[in-house]
C-alpha cells in the first residue's frame, strides 16, 4: 500500500489525499518522520484543514524520542486548533503541552472540556477519562466531581456522528440470546463474545470486500481494548479495499484505532 501510495504521489504531487494516506500509512508503520514529512506536503497543498496540521504535529512528537513536546508539533498543533478550535487531536495534545509545562489544573480543565465533546460509550473515552485521573492523582489535584460533572453534561452533537457505521448503536441480542449468556458462568460468557468475533473475522477472509464487516470488526477489537487486534483489520481492510481507503481511515478514526 505504501509503494502504491508513493507512487501516486510522484506522479501527482498535488495529490493530496494521497499524501494524506501515505501519512497515515508511514504513521501505522512507525515510520514517524517519514509520516511527518508526508503530512507537511498536505499542508502545504491544503493549509486550511485542522486534521492535517494536528495529524503533523502528532508525527513530529512520535518521531522525537528526546522531547515530548518539540516546537514544531506545538506550532502545528497551534495553527490546527486556530482553524478547527473542536479538532480533538489538537484539543489533546495542547492540554498535554500545558501539563508539561507545568499547568497541571489547566490542562486536566481542557481534557474535561474535550470529554465533554466526547460521544457516550467512544472507543476513545476511557483512555480520556484515565489520563484525566492519572494527571490528577500525580498531582494531588480531586477531580472526582469535575469528572463526573463532565461526563454527565455531554454537548456533542451525534446527529451526525452517527451516520457512520463506527459510530452507530450495536443492534442488542435477541432475548433468547441474553438468556443463554446468562446461563454461562463469566469466563464462558467472555468465549462467547471472543467467539463471536472471531467468527466475523473468519467470514472477511473468505470475503474480504465486505467493508462494513471489517469497519464492524474494528469496532468490535476496539471494545475489547484488543488494539492491535484492530490496527491490523485496518491493515487487511485497505489492503483488500484500496478503493475505499478513505472511508476505511474516516471510521477508524471514529473508533480511536491507534495510528489514525
Request: aromatic share 6%; proline share 6%.
Amino acid at each position: 500500500m505504501i509503494a502504491a501510495l508513493e507512487e501516486r504521489t510522484r506522479k501527482d504531487p498535488a495529490d493530496v489525499e494521497a499524501w494524506q494516506l501515505l501519512g497515515w500509512s508511514y504513521f501505522e508503520n512507525g515510520r514517524y518522520l517519514d509520516s511527518a514529512n508526508a503530512y507537511g506536503k498536505a499542508t502545504k497543498l491544503e493549509p486550511a484543514r485542522a486534521v492535517y496540521w494536528s495529524s503533523l504535529g502528532e508525527a513530529l512528537v512520535m518521531a522525537d524520542e528526546s522531547n515530548p513536546m518539540p516546537k514544531a508539533a506545538k506550532a502545528a498543533f497551534d495553527k490546527a486548533i486556530i482553524l478547527d478550535p473542536k479538532d480533538p487531536r489538537s484539543r489533546y495534545f495542547l492540554a498535554v503541552s500545558k501539563d508539561l509545562n507545568g499547568d497541571h489544573t489547566g490542562a486536566i480543565n481542557d481534557w474535561l472540556e474535550l470529554l465533554k465533546d466526547t460521544p457516550k460509550d467512544a472507543p476513545w473515552e476511557a483512555d480520556l477519562i484515565r489520563t484525566i485521573e492519572q494527571v490528577g492523582k500525580i498531582n494531588k489535584i480531586d477531580v472526582t466531581k469535575s469528572l463526573a460533572s463532565a461526563q454527565e453534561n455531554r454537548t456533542v452533537d451525534l446527529s451526525a456522528t452517527l451516520k457512520s457505521i463506527a459510530a452507530a448503536p450495536i443492534p442488542g441480542p435477541s432475548r433468547s440470546d441474553m438468556e443463554q449468556a446468562a446461563k454461562l458462568p463469566p469466563g464462558q460468557q467472555q468465549e462467547m463474545v471472543t467467539s463471536m468475533v472471531e467468527g466475523l473475522e473468519t467470514k472477511l477472509a473468505k470475503n474480504p470486500k465486505n467493508i462494513d464487516g471489517w469497519i464492524m470488526l474494528m469496532r468490535s477489537r476496539m471494545t475489547l481494548g484488543e488494539t492491535a487486534k484492530a490496527k491490523a483489520a485496518l491493515t487487511k481492510s485497505v489492503a483488500a479495499n484500496p478503493e475505499a481507503q478513505s472511508r476505511l481511515l474516516k471510521e477508524a478514526q471514529i473508533l480511536g484505532v491507534p495510528g489514525t
